[in-house]
Every structure is written in C-alpha cells, then in structure tokens.
C-alpha cells in the first residue's frame, strides 16, 4: 500500500478554501440550469413530454463523464481534470445562450451535458478535499468544502433573477453567459490548488476493483448515496415546473430553489461533526427521513409555501445522505485507488439519477406534481430498510456494515 503525501495544515486550509469557493461557483452554474432548464425545455421543446430533457442531459453528462474524468485525474492529476471540468462549464453557457437565441433545442441539450460534464467535476471537489488530510479530519474536510456550496443557493438564483429579462426577445440568454463567466472564475480559483497525489500514487494500480466492491457495507453505501441523489434530483428537476404550471411567478420559484440550496449546503458545517460523533451511516439515514417529511410537506398542498417548504426539507435530507455516504466511501480504498473508487461511486450516483430525472417531467405532464411525490417514496423505503438490515446484520455478526 502506497501513503499519500500528507499535506501541511496551511496547504489543507487553503485547499478547503479554494474548494469550498469553487463548489459554490460550480454549484451556482448548476442551480441557474436547475431552475431555467425545464421552462426553456418546455418553450422550445418539440413536445411537452421532453422539458426536462435538457436537465436529463445535464445529469447524463455527469453519468457519462464521471468515469473518464476519474482515469484522467488518475493519470494527470485532479488539477487538469479541474481545468477540463470549467472549461465545460464556460461552454454549457455559451451554447445555451446560443441555443436559447435560435431556438435550438438539440443545442439547449447539448449545453446540458456539457453542464453535467462540469457538475461531475464539481462534486470531486469534496474528494479532493480529503486529500492529504488525516483520516480523523476527512469528514470534516469534506463537509466543509460541501458546506462552501451555499453560497451557491444565493448567486444561481441571484444570476437567473438579475438578468433573465436583460434581452427582452431571449429571456435566459444574458443569464446562460453569465454562467458562462461565473466558470471562468472558478478556473482561475482552482489553479491555486495544492496537489498531494505524489507521481508514484498515481501510476500504482492497487487492488483489483472487484475485490473493493466485495468489502462488506460497499455496495449499501452507494445504493444510499445514489437514492439520495436520485431522489432529490427527481423532486428538484420537476419542482420549477410545477410551480409554473400553478401560477407561481418566476421570482417566487428562484426564491424557492435558492432556500433549497443554502439547505443542500449549509449543514456542511456541521454535519462532519456529526459523523464523526454519530457515524456515516446513522447520519444517512436520518437525511432519509427528513426526505420523507419533504415529500409529506409537497403532499399537504400546492401554495408556495408548500413547495418552499419541500424544497429546504429535501435540500437538508439530501446534505444529510449525501453527505454520510460520501464519508463512508473513503473509508473503502486506499490513496492509490480513491479516483477508481471515487469516480465508480459518482458514476453509480448519476446512472441512477438518470433513471429518475427524465421520467420525472413525463410523471408530471401526464398525473401531476403529487404522482412525483408518490414516486419518489420507493427508493426512499428501499434505501432505508438497507440500512436497517445492514445494522442487523453487523450487530449479529455478519460485517454488513
């Protein structure tokens, strides 16, 4: 086994801080896709059925790229995959921009999987986080650069209020490019990154992936990762629309998706205490159950304050169960195989997603907001009794967990 270079603590906070700066930056890019690309799928689309096309896209890119990306940073480096990750970024804008102008939209798709692309990269930055850093302090490190993310809640919606109607003939258009530059940013911030993979890491194979997958407690800890993502991508995906088609203006929508967002990322200041006190895994099943309550919340009516109140309940189940899963993942490898094992989970996390994301705009325009809060319960259950038999199992002996 090959130790990582261990970083010093002024390289690691400059690190968390550079992170967490970019998570907010790349987080904000996702948001304004988030909570524009189904109304501009749904004017420009050929069939109302296909509006959040453009969003299954964007989680299509992630699925698509995730594992190239990992390969790449295994052999370059996390840094050069970061410069490819904004680069895609400043691109989703600019070829959003252009599609919104010219109704295009293929192109409109297009940008959304290239805002996928960037996204994947995106969310290796809590990885990234843990690099260097001593396992006693990786899940602090990672929820601190997750807990950088809410800023995100305030500059996406913050962008798409500000200058959607800048271009009266294109709404969004002015919005897309200023994503656009919101990347460049975020490029510019990542350069300062201290690298602590040494040459020697990167080049070492370790151990076979099948033998990883094989340890006790892997696979449940990314099926409860993966639920949690899918679930909150399902519920976010269609919640704009929704709102649309009840009459909720556009600014009370940004409103709605900017809480959820702070919610998505602001426990990350606390929620790697939580983990280190309670465990990875009881911290994931308890952002399960507060996914339940959000879908209780979505059922009990239609308002605003419904879905405002949805929306901040899923944000927080989502940084609860994303986030202990995502700690209990680094328990699994070794330095030389955390971009193998890191990019196979995220890839796992976005193939799911991608089983939801489409099928949430259809489930909408065909039986109504309240057969997606339905829906989403299924995985929910299915995640939370893992779980449960997982605890049984280790507590009789079996190593489950």
């Known amino acids: 086994m090959i130790a990582e270079h261990t970083l010093s603590v002024a390289e690691q ?17 996702a948001v304004v896709f988030y909570a524009t690309g189904a109304i501009v799928g749904n004017d420009i689309a050929p069939s109302p059925t296909l509006a959040t096309l453009p969003v299954t896209m964007f989680v299509l890119g992630m699925a698509a790229c995730i594992l190239p990306f990992g390969a790449l940073a295994k052999k370059r480096g996390r840094k050069t995959v970061f410069m490819v990750g904004t680069s895609a970024g400043g691109l989703t804008g600019l070829i959003a921009a252009l599609a919104v102008v010219i109704g295009s939209f ?57 200058t959607m109607n800048l271009w009266p003939p294109h709404q969004f258009a002015v919005t897309f490019i200023a994503q656009a530059c919101v990347a460049a940013i975020s490029a510019v911030i990542l350069k300062g990154v201290t690298p602590a993979e040494p040459p020697v890491a990167i080049q070492s194979k370790g151990r076979p992936l099948r033998e990883i997958v094989r340890q006790p407690g892997f696979t449940l800890t990314v099926f409860c990762g993966a639920v949690t993502y899918m679930v909150m991508n399902f519920l976010m995906t269609a919640a704009p629309l929704s709102m649309h088609m009840h009459a909720i203006s556009q600014q009370a929508s940004n409103l709605g998706i900017q809480w959820h967002v702070i919610a998505m990322y602001g426990p990350g200041f606390f929620t790697g205490r939580l983990i280190n006190r309670f465990g990875p895994m009881r911290v994931t099943a308890a952002g399960l159950v507060i996914t339940v309550a959000s879908v209780a919340a979505g059922l009990s009516g239609t308002d605003i304050f419904h879905y405002w109140l949805s929306l901040i309940l899923l944000g927080i189940g989502w940084n609860f169960g994303f986030t202990g899963a995502s700690a209990k993942i680094v328990e699994y490898h070794r330095a030389e195989e955390k971009t193998q094992v890191q990019s196979l989970n995220d890839f796992v996390v976005f193939g799911v997603m991608l089983l939801g994301s ?6 909408l325009n065909l039986y109504g907001w309240n057969a997606v809060l339905w829906g989403s319960l299924i995985p929910v259950g299915l995640a939370f009794v893992s779980i449960i038999k997982g605890w049984n199992a280790h507590s009789q002996g079996k190593g489950a967990l």
């Open 106 to 162: 293929r192109l409109f798709c297009l940008a959304g999987f290239l805002g996928g692309a960037y996204a994947a990269v995106a969310l290796s930055f809590r990885f990234a986080a843990t690099d260097g850093v001593n396992p006693e302090r990786r899940a602090r490190a990672l929820s601190l650069v997750m807990g950088g993310g809410v800023l995100a809640g305030v500059i996406g919606p913050m962008l798409v209020t500000t």
């Open 358 to 363: 489409f099928s949430s705009g259809a489930l």
């Open 13 to 29: 906070k400059n690190n968390i801080l550079r992170l967490s700066a970019c998570q907010a930056l790349a987080g904000a890019n």
